[in-house]
């Protein structure tokens, strides 16, 4: 079960992605999202085709 704060981050990281028109800022929010869904790096990597340092460092940026 993913707990209220976590909830509250994909709530808002899900209004980002949906106002923005910008798809490089789209696919950093989506990334981050679906770290915090519970979803494995590497699955990230595939499914954004984007690096895992990518993923790492934009994690980092939207930290909760």
Do not use: C
Request: net charge negative; aromatic share 10%.
């Amino acid at each position: 079960m993913i707990n209220q704060h976590l909830q509250a981050a994909i709530a808002e990281l899900q209004e980002f992605i949906d106002n923005r028109p910008d798809a490089r800022e789209v696919r950093k929010a989506l990334a981050v999202k679906l770290v915090y869904q519970g979803y494995k790096y590497e699955e990230i990597q595939t499914i954004l085709d984007v690096s895992l340092g990518s993923i790492t460092s934009w994690k980092q940026a939207y930290e909760v």
